[in-house]
């Protein structure tokens, strides 16, 4: 009877205690209290809790105004404002004692809103009532539905799991098992599942058949010892419990919701452990994720926690040190809590058996078997290979067997089946030597690349840019870690020394400036094209700055010509910047070179094609000139006389250049809105030109901006010692 | 009217003064790791052939000459009643990838669970308790001897008999289904660049109705971590097979050489082609001379003897069988079929004939 001396305590309280501290506070405080004392006494519901906490076995109940009046003072506060614990522990008691009798006993149970915990000890007690075996069948049915209800706001569990026993009694009484079984579900841990209970709940299916919440324990029984028990979900059984809380549902809500912050009770208790419906359509399904299950090996001694129990991140991570693989490595790919914990394997097996299974998933799929309708297969296909993208972009890492199926798939690629996929999957292919770039990715790749149209050129370098920016990255990060210990596991490393790498990054981008040469002269300098080109030489031009990457490369002029005669403004604009950050890298190169003496270089030939370009740029957009002396690239004036344009070299400056010449036009209206006919050149003469360049800018060309900026000193420039003047005094 | 060009001239100098000075120097040869740490083996630095050296897959693995069929009285290193088993039956083939902890020494317990995990499978939704025998009886056997190398696992035998619920007690149980997985002269540098707790059994032969060859698949794929694929023989298997089984002949009658092949023509042609087994072995010798002290038999060798065969119909029936797909090569020492399907007649050769289909079961090993 703790909770019966808890709560007169609880009520005598007010009383007792402020009397003895009325002298050291104030007067205003006395009153207070004295208020409060009067308010307690009065409090009908205080008074009403009190009579039923004393409420005596053998009292009269029929009759009885003043049992009927205090069950009803409670029960309108208990459906208003929930009951405080100690008074559901009275109450249950009160009621599964039946002391009450039994129709009071149902109506208590009814109105038994939990204002906010349960306190543990009510439900053990309730238990024993119950092994008592004086309640009627429908009160033992109503209170179980009402521990199922509230079992969330129960406060602890632990003296509730050490009475399983007694619980698990019940579960040969039919009309009970339901609840039982569900209750069970919710309390088991792996120290309860005994092959006695096995057994017992395999002679209850055996008599009742499938029942949905016998099947749902067992599977769970099944997840704790799969080595006692096996069982097979069907695809379309009906899983999971019923929910029971109809009686209290909306009371509870209604009280949760008044007292928010209170524990909020998960209205679906069923925690689902059914694997994922298995299709039938397909006879060998060998692409879909298995689902997260255990290995049976019974002799195991150590038992660590399965994936499939663990809930939260936070779980996980308390229990880092004692998770159990599961029984196929592949079920780790479905799911995201299991991908954290595949990150901190360190198990050469397991990853060797993830390899083979998604090897073999991938050769059967889409290697070996490719005529047996694989049309009607490509949505599953898509969903399986986007499996994988996920986990390797989580990982931050390609899984080898993927890898080494892209090089086979690559030669029988038609380039459209998945393609975003396989183009996703082939940028995540890590750093390889550069001398197996070109058998194994090159040549399959240009092929493809060469008869497809243009919106998979496009998507070929896009895939080509992504993945030279991983392996900067990649090279970025271990390069600030600083020496990397390889001998940990060196069986499972390749190495490769820092030369190594710049040559397959060289690779990769001679390959891409091949491809994308070849790609605008075929396609008429397509502007999407160009612009996925310039993409990719914005990764190019900043490798040095942004991935401390000692190597400049240039663009070839298969791709530099086409940005600068190009028609788009935006493409223009991507050079003008491509080029600014050229500039900074060489020059920041340059810096620490003098600095201290680097053990790297830059290439003499870098700093050369570079300053060709930039003559050329220069040469063509400012100074009206097409011949850089000293170049070989010059052409034949009679050739150009051709053409019968009047002033050819003007043809592509800043003004007259087709990208920006509808922004010439724009400004020449602006300045003389009077004027018939546009004469251009009048721009530039005097603030004219200044006004044009500052209007070009407002336009959003900054890269341009730039671009003028550094090249000619306007503007903050970071170099020094350069006796460099604005553009704009140059102009005369 | 424009002259920008000192200034950029002056630029352009300015680097180029940079790039003048820089000699060739080789770059710092600090190693740099491609992965902290890998998803697997590294499939360009391979351990061996069969981790892959990418783009070599095809020309490196497929052997170009092998041992000659030899005889062994197979029953001197076998138990008779394992080897009774495994002949006779039409097998079909499936290939599997190395198991994940799975012991020789666990077989009983491996049996108790699949008869519950069949059980449980036939009845959705009804949970079975392990151990307790309800309608399926399974064996597990280990057929000792088989194995030729040190490399090589033991053959495990897997039997699975019904018990009908209302027989009588007297009614034997019925075996409805028989597989085994097999090894045998498995590639030593493949075998041996598994880590220990994988044991390889490439080949796995079943008979039985397709619904339990599935759900046994599919428990061994839950069990060790494996997956199943079926195995096709593709024809190069086939000539192998027809040349090293005539070159038994003198040791062995093979009574007879039936080759069939199917011709892309409309209606499709089926050609049965029935050769005498002394002319066959004639035609062989000729080509591969018997007193032939090197008991290796090149690819060369096995081609000439199939072009052979194929010139001689040609000149009766003007018909280029090379323009077909050779579908099944049979003689009494076994047949072989190209949708995977065999049956060992002579238990004398059954080694190389389960060294050559392991070896077609390794190469579709996932890499």
């Known amino acids: 009877m703790a909770g019966l001396s808890n709560l007169t305590g609880l009520v005598s309280e007010p009383s007792g205690e402020a009397e003895s501290s009325v002298s050291s506070v104030s007067n205003r405080s006395l009153r207070l209290a004295e208020k409060e004392k009067k308010k307690g006494e009065a409090d009908p519901f205080t008074a009403a809790a009190k009579y039923l906490s004393q409420f005596k076995a053998g009292t009269t109940v029929r009759g009885n105004d003043e049992l009927e009046r205090s069950i009803l003072v409670v029960e309108t506060v208990a459906v208003s404002k929930g009951l405080p614990p100690e008074v559901i522990t009275v109450l249950l008691d009160l009621a599964l004692s039946l002391n009450a009798g039994t129709p009071n006993c149902s109506r208590i149970l009814k109105f038994l809103i939990p204002a906010t915990v349960v306190p543990q000890e009510a439900i053990v007690k309730g238990v024993s009532w119950l092994c008592v075996g004086k309640m009627p069948m429908n009160a033992q049915v109503l209170f179980l539905r009402w521990v199922l209800t509230v079992f969330d706001l129960i406060d602890c569990k632990d003296d509730l799991r050490s009475i399983y026993g007694f619980i698990f009694s019940f579960v040969t009484e039919e009309t009970l098992c339901p609840f039982i079984c569900h209750l069970l579900y919710l309390l088991t841990t792996r120290e309860h599942v005994h092959p006695y209970r096995v057994r017992k709940l395999l002679d209850i299916q055996a008599k009742m058949g499938r029942q949905p919440f016998l099947t749902q324990l067992l599977a769970l029984y099944k997840v704790f010892r799969p080595d006692l028990v096996t069982l097979s979900l069907p695809s379309r059984a009906r899983t999971g419990f019923k929910n029971h809380n109809s009686t209290w549902k909306v009371a509870l809500s209604a009280v949760q919701r008044k007292n928010k912050g209170a524990v909020l009770v998960d209205q679906s208790l069923s925690v689902d452990v059914k694997e994922k419906p298995s299709s039938r359509k397909r006879k060998r399904h060998h692409l879909a994720v298995p689902p997260l299950s255990s290995a049976f090996d019974s002799n195991s001694s150590k038992k660590g926690l399965r994936l499939q129990e663990l809930r939260s991140f936070k779980e996980l991570l308390e229990n880092i040190h004692n998770i159990e693989l599961p029984a196929q490595m592949g079920s780790m790919l479905g799911s995201t809590l299991a991908l954290h914990y595949l990150d901190c394997v360190q198990d050469e097996s397991a990853f060797l058996r993830l390899n083979f299974w998604l090897g073999h998933s991938l050769q059967e799929e889409f290697l070996l078997c490719p005529v047996d309708g694989s049309s009607d297969n490509t949505s599953e296909a898509c969903r399986f290979l986007n499996t994988i993208l996920f986990s390797q972009q989580f990982l931050q890492e390609g899984f080898s067997s993927t890898e080494s199926f892209l090089y086979k798939f690559l030669s029988v690629w038609d380039g459209s089946l998945l393609r975003p996929q396989i183009l996703d999957l082939l940028s995540d292919i890590p750093l390889m030597p550069s001398f197996y770039m070109n058998k194994l990715l090159f040549e399959p790749l240009k092929q493809l690349y060469f008869t497809s149209t243009v919106f998979f050129k496009c998507s070929v370098i896009e895939c080509l840019n992504s993945m030279l920016v991983k392996w900067l990255t990649w090279h970025s990060v271990s390069a600030s870690e600083g020496s990397l210990d390889i001998s940990l596991n060196s069986n499972s490393t390749m190495t490769m020394t820092l030369s190594g790498f710049m040559d397959s990054v060289m690779e990769l981008v001679r390959f891409v400036g091949l491809l994308a040469s070849e790609g605008l002269r075929l396609e008429n300098c397509h502007v999407l094209l160009l612009n996925q080109t310039l993409a990719f030489y914005e990764t190019v031009c900043d490798m040095f700055l942004k991935y401390s990457l000692p190597l400049i490369i240039m663009p070839p002029a298969g791709v530099f010509y086409p940005a600068l005669f190009a028609i788009d403004s935006i493409s223009l604009d991507r050079l003008g910047y491509i080029m600014y950050r050229y500039r900074m890298n060489l020059t920041l190169a340059k810096q620490q070179k003098q600095q201290r003496e680097q053990t790297f270089h830059i290439s003499r030939n870098a700093y050369k094609e570079f300053n060709r370009n930039l003559q050329t740029m220069v040469n063509s957009m400012w100074n009206s000139q097409w011949c850089i002396p000293g170049s070989d690239l010059e052409i034949n004036k009679d050739l150009i006389a051709l053409s019968k344009i009047a002033e050819p070299w003007c043809c592509f400056d800043i003004i007259h250049h087709p990208a920006l010449f509808s922004y010439a036009i724009e400004f020449h209206q602006r300045c003389w809105p009077e004027r018939k006919d546009v004469d251009l050149g009048s721009i530039k003469t005097g603030k004219y030109w200044n006004w044009y360049m500052e209007f070009l800018f407002n336009q959003g060309f900054d890269g341009l901006n730039n671009f003028i900026r550094t090249n000619t000193g306007h503007g903050p420039s970071s170099s020094s010692q350069d006796d460099r003047q604005p553009l704009s005094q140059n102009c005369h | 009217m424009f002259n920008l060009l000192p200034a950029f001239s002056l630029g352009v100098l300015l680097i180029v003064m940079e790039g003048r000075g820089s000699a060739v120097n080789t770059p710092a040869s600090r190693p740099v790791t491609r992965k902290s740490k890998s998803y ?4 360009v630095e391979a351990p061996s052939y069969f981790w892959q050296t990418p783009g070599h897959l095809t020309v490196l693995k497929v052997p170009t000459s092998r041992g000659a069929a030899k005889s062994q009285i197979i029953t001197n290193k076998v138990d008779p009643e394992h080897i009774a088993l495994l002949v006779k039956n039409e097998w079909k083939l499936s290939y599997v990838t190395p198991l994940h902890h799975f012991r020789h020494t666990q077989l009983k317990s491996y049996a108790k669970h699949l008869s519950a995990f069949i059980v449980a499978e036939k009845q959705q939704g009804v949970a079975v308790e392990v151990g307790l025998d309800a309608g399926f009886k399974v064996t597990f056997t280990a057929v000792l001897g088989l194995a030729e190398t040190d490399e090589d696992a033991e053959t495990v035998f897997i039997q699975i008999q019904s018990k009908p619920v209302f027989a009588a007690a007297a009614d034997a149980p019925k075996v409805v289904w028989r597989g085994w997985l097999t090894c045998v002269n498995g590639d030593p540098e493949y075998l041996r660049s598994l880590p220990p707790d994988f044991v390889s059994l490439p080949l ?72 005498n087994p002394q002319d066959a072995w004639e035609l062989w010798n000729s080509i591969h001379p018997q007193e032939n002290t090197d008991d290796r038999i090149d690819i060369k060798d096995v081609q000439a003897f199939m072009s052979g065969m194929e010139t001689h119909f040609f000149r009766h029936f003007k018909i280029h069988l090379s323009a077909g797909t050779l579908l099944k090569v049979s003689t009494a020492l076994g047949s072989a079929h190209h949708d995977g399907k065999i049956k060992i007649g002579n238990s004398d050769y059954i080694t190389t004939l389960l060294a050559l289909l392991t070896e077609c079961a390794l190469l579709k090993m996932p890499t």
């Open chain 2, 204 to 275: 796995f032969c079943t008979s039985g109705p397709e619904s339990l060859t599935n759900l046994v698949k599919s428990w061994f794929e839950r069990a060790f971590d494996c997956n199943f694929g079926s195995l096709a023989l593709n024809s190069s298997t086939l000539n192998w097979l027809a040349a090293l089984w005539t070159g038994c002949h003198p040791a062995c009658n093979i009574r007879y050489l039936k080759l069939s092949w199917s011709l892309p023509t409309e209606p499709p042609l089926d050609v049965l082609y029935t050769v």
């Open chain 2, 40 to 43: 697997g083996r590294s499939c």
